[in-house]
């Protein structure tokens, strides 16, 4: 149906829109910016980023393309292998080039079918809804983080007039 392909059209192009947003934050910042957290209550970036992959992985690679589901959510926040910037780029990017790929040639059937993703019983509808905004989410907390470490505007919208 015509609704299906422009959802999934629309969801893929949100996810994808994230992975240059976080690109042009690494840029500005250096390996233990990436890898710096406040307070105890607080991920660092680079946490972020593998706990991005996990979740992408889980719902859409596992619960949409039937991937066996690997994922060890608590290693995300508490990994002590400190990626560079380009291999935590690499990753995030593969993973997000895959997600895209299941998303785009998902059936109207797998997205309407309900599954159990955590503790949670959603239809692929909803599973990727989780995680554009959830992806939209953790990406607005690194622009964020960024902008106060380094004090300068990303530039996201640079060269589109938005008025």
């Not at 066996?68 to 990626?83: A, I, N, P």
């Not at 690499?90 to 790929?101: D, F, P």
């Not at 989780?130 to 004090?151: D, M, P, R, W």
């Not at 300068?152 to 060269?159: H, R, T, V």
Request: a neutral charge.
């Amino acid at each position: 149906m015509k609704w299906a392909e422009e959802f999934k059209t629309q969801s893929a192009f949100r996810l994808q829109e994230n992975v240059p947003r976080i690109e042009k934050c690494f840029a500005q910042l250096k390996r233990e910016e990436i890898w710096y957290s406040p307070n105890a209550q607080s991920n660092s970036i680079g946490h972020l980023v593998l706990h991005l992959c996990g979740n992408i992985t889980q719902y859409i690679h596992s619960s949409l393309a039937g991937e066996k589901d690997q994922r060890e959510r608590d290693l995300e926040f508490t990994s002590t292998e400190k990626l560079s910037a380009k291999a935590l780029l690499e990753k995030l990017t593969t993973v997000v080039n895959t997600a895209e790929h299941i998303i785009l040639n998902c059936s109207e059937k797998e997205l309407l079918k309900k599954r159990k993703v955590q503790a949670f019983n959603l239809s692929g509808i909803g599973v990727i809804i989780h995680v554009v905004e959830h992806f939209s989410y953790h990406t607005g907390q690194i622009a964020y983080y960024t902008k106060e470490l380094k004090n300068k505007d990303l530039e996201f919208y640079s060269g589109i007039n938005l008025d």
